[in-house]
């Protein structure tokens, strides 16, 4: 079924998720370190432009802002989305390319981030329900891995069964199905490193 959009012109949307994409693109800690260093983080430590890696070589302040910017792009583009059109379908979608800017900006040979900070920044005003949900999600799964990435990958995938059961519409559920799908997947190479850490951490007794 084609996607419907009744009342925002084909033309409007376009132009929308053109610029959330565009907005996304902005990798605020490729663009930092660039500033300060004139290094391509992508080629230092991870090799990713997260906060993290931009914070091994700015040190704290450059963690903060890279998270601060990247969340703001979220946030911009899905209340620019709202502003300019009512339609939720198209709202969700402008959550999806802010997202899809950050981890494949073109004007870096879509080499960019995992999403995590602008996803939950185009969240926080799509749908604040569903934010709650993570945020107590991760929180009980940081509780018991003192990690941040399963916990927060783990937060993500539930999001999907979160809409089914706040009765969502299913255009919604679709649409944060993909959300979750694009950020754990850019997340793979963590995802299998952190799970053989805890698998190699809960055999450490038994051969003790």
């Not at 073109?106 to 969240?123: C, D, E, P």
Request: hydrophobic share 50%; charged share 15%; glycine share 10%.
């Amino acid at each position: 079924m084609p996607l419907q959009l009744p009342s925002t012109s084909w033309s409007l949307a376009a132009n929308l998720l053109l610029a959330a994409y565009a907005l996304g693109c902005f990798t605020t800690g490729y663009y930092l370190v660039r500033w300060r260093t004139g290094q391509d983080v992508r080629e230092t430590g991870s090799g990713n432009v997260g906060a993290k890696n931009v914070g091994r070589l700015l040190g704290p302040t450059g963690f903060l802002l890279t998270v601060l910017g990247d969340l703001a792009k979220g946030i911009l583009a899905v209340s620019m989305a709202r502003y300019f059109a009512k339609d939720d379908s198209l709202i969700c979608l402008a959550a999806l390319a802010v997202t899809a800017g950050h981890i494949w900006p073109v004007q870096l040979l879509f080499r960019g981030g995992k999403g995590m900070a602008t996803s939950m920044g185009a969240l926080v005003v799509y749908d604040y329900h569903l934010t709650a949900v993570f945020l107590m999600l991760f929180a009980v799964g940081l509780a018991c891995v003192r990690k941040t990435v399963l916990p927060a990958l783990f937060a993500f995938t539930c999001l999907p069964l979160a809409c089914m059961y706040l009765d969502h519409n299913g255009a919604r559920v679709v649409g944060i199905s993909l959300l979750a799908f694009i950020v754990v997947a850019s997340h793979w190479k963590n995802l299998f490193q952190e799970v053989l850490h805890l698998g190699r951490k809960a055999e450490q007794p038994a051969k003790e």
